[in-house]
């Protein structure tokens, strides 16, 4: 079938089948920041936002985005450049596959909320998933942005 | 995960329910815990297009989407203030932001899931479905049915002048809960609502009168453990019934005090 | 202690490929293959012991996109090793690529290629399988000696002398004693009789396991894989496809987390195996469910500890006994038990009299187990550790002065620990420094909350190595380049933990070059110089101190060309800031100029090769303090603070190393609390999925702080000594301890359930 939607600000058009998941469909179209951790819903890898909305796109299907707004990491490049970089002087990064899950519900986070206390951050990106970091350091990370921010 | 070889928008209920009479088609809400299953779906019947994502308030009651994310839930004002915060304590451990920004109302009191917060924050207050042909029902009546062809087309949650306190025990912070516990009065009644036991949430209600004198810490404990003794309970991965047993009486007698402000 | 003012090492750099990854670019094997490969999918046995009787894939082979299946009559019939260690192995030959008999409920039967995923998926479901079933091992205990064999087959090949043999499920047996254990304890005022229990836990590394093959322009095999290990892989590789070296090479990219687990080639085989038969490039790619059923997790052990003490706290004997599980096949069974023993036992060099340390580890009919941080010093610190603390609790002394008394301290030889020598050792002041900033006097003391609600402190310690002592090998080549910045070429893999920045920090140090002029690449069978690969610890020490020698000979090589150039002696040079300067005449020519110089009429390489191993593993050492809040009523466990200290030597970048210990403790935390290994009646992991695996949130794990006790490692690179494993180790005694004091019960079984902590509360 044929759908139509916004990623990343460009207007196209996609040919899938009914049970594509929007993760498989963006991963086609080059969005390789889009990754896949789990099968279950739990992971956060492969979160994207829908209209703004932080979602899981493992778990949608395509054909759901038909007539929306869908941006990845791709699309948002400055605004997470604007913060990661002290993600990265708190060398939170490590191996990077959790990133840009974890960058895009960031971005959401501090759309939504942008001066957030440290328990806000954690319950927000609850669903982010982390084997190497430890949760701290990213922490961190947003803190010593938020800090920047208010010079 | 299943297969689905068609996808249609529905334009209007009627054409969803026409669709949903066949055995092999499927109504989707979130996605995320159909498409765990390995069955095969000929056509995906989505609501998303008929209007069912809003929360509408009124004087008495409130009216909700089948549609609506468990995120709108844990963030609607009404909702939590008629609630005291309880509806947002029953969604919020819920794995994370973009798994509620999926989940529906509707696909998680359809699926009647043993592990549901949903379901079981709802059946401690004066709550009712509105299916498509079955017309509107109590929600307690609507838990112990099969599944069957209907459409569930909202939640209808009266402001019936009421307490209610959630409270629930994970293993980890946002996994399944291990029991989860819903203890409200409303109207002057009191009941319990034990869920995740691991089987559909259950509603005890006060009938021997143990809370009738007020709410103490005996009588807590007390309605704690008539709760616990009436609530069957099993073993699974999470947990062994008799811990789940006695996770019912502390936790009822823990909601049942706070909700008696102790 | 020896400290020395560096420029670059010692700092804290971003790591080399921060933004990459933080900006999400393609970097992963899935990102950076071609689209078009065949997609792989392996058909699994449903049952833990079975023979293949019949198996049909003939209605598979008409699913549209089917290019070909293989089963157990289309594979070679060597039998191999899929562990990552340099050979000969310690673990036994004992895999085919497909068997007919299968092991364990998750062992390959069949190997599909397509053209899509969802064809490879239709066929999986038509291939029809008749097993002969077979009673299975699924208890440990009942392993040894069990009349089922595991491993039957008669070209079973150790191909090191381990002590296993296959005719009684044994895949290692091992004695280590000193001093007369029986006295020592029979003269102890205090004899402690425990056993503890670990189980098979998962790394759940964000990445699961993946590999990309094609055949290359010259029509080698050419693997990408997220893998620790490429030149192991190579050899495994080699070894189970028969054909040589020469036509293999293996590859890299960024790697999605590792922690021990893609130091096996779990996967690797199968689109290697797929490409040379179809000649096309092809991927597999583990789903979670495979990862965790047919993964590579944790031995699951079962350690049995006595310790004798006198009253006043003196530990004077502990004898161990370890009985591990390696499951289906031997992958890093031998070698994992050894630490469970030799990183525990010598933690407490500072009085033992006598030690023992006994193992046998077992095959039985569950996954294979293999490596994961830690390494068997996870389990064997957990059960010391916390018999220690048992001790302490029951002489009523406080248990960090019963360490103090008894710990490790530098200059002291370790029996136990093949006779070295702690070079360096901080140990105490690792204990002295967290105790002071934990502040454990006033939260050792439990404290009433009220509501059934207690505070309560933990406390552990730990030692690990820095390498496998005369087997490790690292490499690394180092380059000039024309405008006088450098290439630095490893065979080490950076699975996240950024050697690749510490490495070029090392490479800035020795050359007085700017960090951001040093260029790393690795790891290439084809272009990187000989590693063993990223395990063991050993990276920063091995590796590192291949890369200080490779400068060395560079600078030697730099300043040759440039003595040419000067027409002076090579002795009368010397390379400092981008420039040579003669020290007679003050005549300086550049980095620059020299590199031209190097590629015009020259013999003299402006590279450098060096490679290194160790005869010693100088252990880091680690102190970890928790406090937590437990709930006796629900038995749920809070985690309010853990504060380490770590011993690492001289850190290279201190915020690498701090997010290494943080990492490291959070996993603990999950080992300890939530994250369970349970089995169905087949012996299938129950946990197959991050929906039953719960891993740690940053919900689940309270506030860390992490600080380092700086000690000065002679034999390491820059002083320094490891910290990738060691950071994993504390949490389970520490946490159970704390529970200990809030309940007085000792829990000896991981993970610590809310439901085994308040239930052993109602019992009583």
């Known amino acids: 079938m044929e759908i139509k939607l916004t990623l990343n600000d460009k207007a196209i058009t996609g040919h899938i089948e009914a049970d594509t998941v929007l993760l498989d469909f963006l991963r086609a179209q080059g969005c390789y920041s889009v990754k896949r951790g789990c099968d279950t819903s739990n992971c956060g890898l492969c979160t994207v936002l829908l209209d703004g909305k932080p979602i899981l796109s493992c778990s949608m299907l395509a054909a759901r985005a038909d007539g929306h707004s869908v941006q990845t990491l791709e699309g948002l490049q400055e605004e997470a450049a604007e913060f990661v970089g002290f993600l990265a002087d708190q060398g939170a990064d490590q191996c990077g596959f959790c990133n840009p899950g974890f960058v895009m519900n960031t971005i959401a986070l501090l759309r939504e909320n942008p001066d957030p206390t440290d328990g806000e951050i954690r319950a927000f990106l609850a669903g982010n998933l982390c084997r190497c970091s430890g949760y701290d350091g990213q922490l961190r990370g947003i803190r010593s942005y938020l800090n920047s921010r208010k010079g | 995960m299943i297969t689905i070889q068609k996808y249609v928008r529905a334009k209007s209920l009627e054409e969803a329910y026409q669709l949903n009479q066949s055995k092999r088609n499927r109504i989707v809400g979130g996605m995320l815990w159909m498409r765990l299953g390995r069955g095969s779906v000929a056509t995906a019947i989505d609501l998303c297009d008929l209007g069912l994502d809003t929360i509408e308030e009124t004087e008495e009651q409130f009216s909700i989407g089948a549609m609506v994310s468990l995120r709108q839930l844990e963030l609607h004002e009404g909702l939590n203030a008629y609630t005291g915060g309880a509806v947002k304590n029953a969604v919020k451990d819920i794995v994370g932001v973009q798994f509620r920004n999926m989940a529906t109302v509707g696909g998680s009191i359809w699926g009647r899931f043993g592990f549901s917060d949903v379901l079981t924050v709802f059946l401690a207050m004066d709550a009712y479905v509105e299916l498509y042909k079955g017309g509107v029902i109590p929600l307690e009546q609507f838990a112990a049915r099969k599944k069957d062809t209907d459409i569930l087309v909202r939640l209808i949650v009266k402001k019936t002048p009421g307490a209610f306190v959630y409270t629930a025990l994970r293993n980890q912070r946002t996994d399944f809960p291990v029991i989860a516990c819903a203890v409200s009065q409303l109207g002057g009644e009191y009941r319990a609502v034990i869920g995740a036991r691991p089987a559909k949430a259950m509603v005890i209600r006060d009938e021997q009168g143990l809370l009738a004198q007020g709410i103490t810490p005996d009588s807590a404990e007390a309605f704690a453990g008539f709760v616990a003794e009436r609530t069957p309970t099993d073993s699974n991965v999470r947990a062994s019934a008799a811990y789940r047993s006695h996770l019912i009486r502390v936790l009822t007698a823990r909601a049942t005090t706070e909700l008696g402000g102790i | ?764």
């Open chain 3, 1 to 764: 202690m020896e400290q020395r003012e560096y420029k670059v090492v010692g700092k804290s750099f971003r790591k080399k490929d921060s933004m990459q990854l933080l900006l999400g670019k393609p970097v992963y094997v899935d990102d950076v293959t071609p689209k078009d490969a065949l997609v792989v999918k392996i058909l699994r046995s449903p049952h833990a012991n079975a023979i293949v009787q019949e198996i049909n894939t003939k209605a598979a082979r008409f699913v549209p996109g089917v290019v070909d299946i293989y089963t157990w009559e289309d594979v070679p019939q060597t039998r191999f090793a899929i562990a990552g260690q340099t050979y000969p192995e310690p673990s036994p030959y004992d895999r085919l690529i497909l068997d007919r008999h299968v092991r364990f409920a998750g062992d390959a039967v069949a190997i599909i290629a397509a053209e899509t995923e969802k064809a490879a998926l239709k066929a999986m479901k038509l291939i029809k399988v008749k097993y002969e079933v077979l009673e299975a091992v699924l208890d440990y205990h009942t392993a040894l000696d069990n009349p089922i064999l595991v491993h039957p087959e008669e070209d079973w090949e150790p191909p090191c002398e381990v002590g296993g043999t296959n005719k009684r499920n044994l895949v290692a047996s091992g004695l280590d004693a000193e001093g007369d254990v029986e006295a020592v304890l029979a003269d102890c005022d205090i004899v402690l009789d425990r056993t503890f229990h670990t189980k098979a836990f998962q790394q759940a590394m964000m990445e699961p396991f993946t590999a990309y093959a094609e055949l290359d322009r010259y029509g080698r095999l050419h693997l990408i894989s997220s893998t620790q290990i490429v030149f192991h892989t190579r050899r495994i590789l080699s070894r189970a496809l028969g054909i040589p070296k020469s036509r293999i090479r293996v590859e890299k990219p960024r790697i999605g987390g590792g922690f021990g687990a893609k130091q096996t080639a779990v996967c690797d085989v199968y689109p290697a195996f797929v490409t040379l038969k179809t000649g096309r490039p092809s991927r597999i790619t583990y789903t979670r469910e495979e990862a965790q059923i047919a993964g590579s997790p944790r031995h699951e052990m079962e350690i049995r500890v006595r310790l004798g003490a006198n009253r006043d706290g003196k530990i004077r004997v502990l004898d161990l006994y370890t009985l591990s599980n390696s499951g289906a096949y031997g992958e890093h069974g031998p070698t994992t038990v050894g630490l469970s023993g030799h990183k525990s036992i010598p933690l407490y060099t500072g009085s033992l009299e006598a030690y023992r340390f006994g193992y046998d580890v077992v095959y039985t009919n569950l996954q294979a187990a293999g490596a994961y941080r830690g390494y068997g010093a996870t389990q064997g610190i957990f059960a010391v550790e916390s018999v220690v603390n048992e001790l302490a609790e029951t002489l009523g002394m406080d248990p960090t002065v019963i360490r103090d008394q008894n710990m490790v301290k530098e200059g002291m030889v370790m029996p136990a620990y093949y006779g070295e020598t702690a070079n360096a050792c901080a140990l105490d002041r690792c204990m002295a420094h967290c105790r002071q900033m934990f502040g454990w006097e006033e939260k050792y003391p439990v404290r009433d909350m009220g509501n059934g609600k207690v505070r309560s402190a933990g406390v552990a310690m730990a030692m690990q190595g820095s390498c496998i002592s005369n087997v490790d090998v690292g490499s690394a080549t180092v380059k000039l380049s024309e405008d006088g910045t450098y290439n630095l070429m490893i065979g080490a893999a950076d699975m996240g933990t950024g050697c690749d920045t510490i490495l070029a920090q090392m490479v800035a140090e020795m050359m007085d070059c700017r960090f951001d002029d040093v260029a790393v690449f690795g790891a290439d069978t084809d272009a990187s110089p000989y590693d063993s690969g990223s395990y063991a610890s050993s990276t920063t020490y091995i590796t590192g101190k291949a890369v200080e020698k490779a400068c060395t000979q560079l600078k030697a090589n730099i300043c040759a060309i440039a003595a040419e150039m000067l027409d002076c002696a090579p002795e009368a040079v010397v390379l400092e800031s981008g420039r040579v300067c003669n020290i007679d005449t003050h005549q300086t020519v550049s980095l620059t100029d020299i590199s031209y110089k190097a590629q015009v009429g020259n013999c003299i390489p402006a590279e450098a090769t060096a490679t290194h191993s160790s005869p010693v593993s100088p252990p880091p050492y680690m102190v970890g303090m928790v406090e937590i809040e437990l709930d006796k009523r629900t038995g749920l466990v809070t985690i309010l603070d853990y504060m380490a200290v770590v011993d690492c030597g001289i850190p290279i970048n201190p915020a690498l190393a701090r997010i290494q210990t943080e990492g490291g403790i959070v996993q603990g935390i999950g080992h300890t609390l939530m994250e369970n290994v349970t089995y169905d009646s087949h012996g299938r992991p129950v946990e197959s999925s991050f929906m039953q695996y719960k891993i740690p949130t940053r919900l689940d794990m309270g506030t860390l702080k992490v600080e380092f006790e700086h000690s000065y490692e002679p034999t390491g690179p820059f002083g320094a000594k490891s910290i990738g494993e060691i950071v994993i180790n504390t949490p389970a005694p520490a946490i159970a301890h704390a529970i200990a004091r809030a309940t007085g019960v000792w829990h000896r079984e991981l993970p610590i359930t809310p439901e085994k902590v308040a239930m052993s509360l109602v019992e009583e």
